[in-house]
């Protein structure tokens, strides 16, 4: 993993529960039961680590294990509240649990903003981003009552731009697929692509911005320079799939993907513990 990305990802050493805590869930395939925001979950322990990690999908908290909080549990635990947690603290808890998707929403941009930084392609607009993460980590250290007033809409705006621009200059480079190889389906922002069949299809440097792959086919395409930022590839069979230059692509996507031992993947994420270890069926 890129180092300047590893505190962009969840630490529950050094997290007081957070997510087990301020995030509200309802029975259905992902949760087994009903949780109220601020309400802790009934699973979790005294030492604020989950009593069923090991078993969360067959005990029905499939949801629980495609979720990061992309550093924004530690950082609210560590620094905003000083190492003090809701249980110390019950006159603080209200708060934590409200600014909470704050954070986690600012630790997203970083993650997107440190892999643009980090690409070659994006050189003539590096200082942008630079500054864009400069200051996105300095709001991530404002104190708890100014990072709910915080006008986030108009940051994420500008640093969506940003984000934008860097998608355009690294798909450029990518040469126009060969004709038959990708999909008849339209592509572009938002697309429409849920159980589509694109097994083995010629994604490379495709927009699939906000797209819907839910249960989509894509055992052995290549997703090389593919803009994913926002794609909901929930039970996306990605087996044997190249992603490993993939852009914008999250932990959490992957969690909520299907895949094998022979999808490619980008340095800075790791392979689902509950991913199949057999070849792909690509026939
Ligand atoms: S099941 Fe475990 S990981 Fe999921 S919310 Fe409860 S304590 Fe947290």
């Not at 052995?220 to 992603?243: E, F, V």
């Amino acid at each position: 993993m890129s180092p300047d990305r590893k505190h962009l990802r969840g630490d529950c050493d050094n997290c007081f529960g957070l997510c087990c805590v301020a995030l509200p869930f309802a029975a259905s395939a992902d949760f087994a039961i009903d949780k109220q925001s601020g309400q802790p979950c009934s699973n979790l322990r005294d030492d604020y680590r989950c009593g069923i990690h090991s078993k969360l999908r067959q005990q029905g908290f499939r949801g629980c294990t495609v979720y990061d909080c992309f550093g924004a549990g530690q950082k609210l635990s560590q620094h905003t509240f000083g190492g003090r947690s809701w249980r110390q603290e019950p006159q603080a808890a209200k708060l934590m649990f409200e600014v909470f998707p704050v954070m986690w929403h600012l630790q997203e941009l970083l993650w997107y903003l440190t892999e643009a930084i980090e690409h070659p392609a994006a050189l003539p607009i590096r200082t942008e981003l630079q500054a864009a993460s400069d200051e996105t980590e300095r709001l991530t250290g404002f104190d708890a009552e100014s990072l709910l007033k915080l006008d986030f809409a108009a940051h994420r705006a500008e640093v969506n731009t940003l984000l934008l621009k860097t998608s355009e200059l690294i798909r450029a480079k990518v040469p126009e697929p060969k004709s038959g190889s990708r999909t008849k389906k339209p592509l572009g922002r938002g697309a429409d692509l849920m159980g589509a069949k694109l097994q083995k299809a010629d994604l490379r440097g495709a927009n699939l911005r906000g797209s819907y792959l839910i249960a989509a086919d894509l055992r052995g395409a290549d997703l090389r320079h593919a803009d994913l930022i926002g794609a909901d590839m929930r039970d996306t069979d990605l087996s044997g799939a190249d992603l490993s230059e993939s852009l914008f692509l999250t932990q959490v996507q992957l969690q909520a993907a299907k895949g094998n031992a022979d999808t490619k993947l980008p340095p800075a994420l790791s392979r689902p513990e509950h991913w199949s270890s057999k070849k792909p069926a690509t026939s």
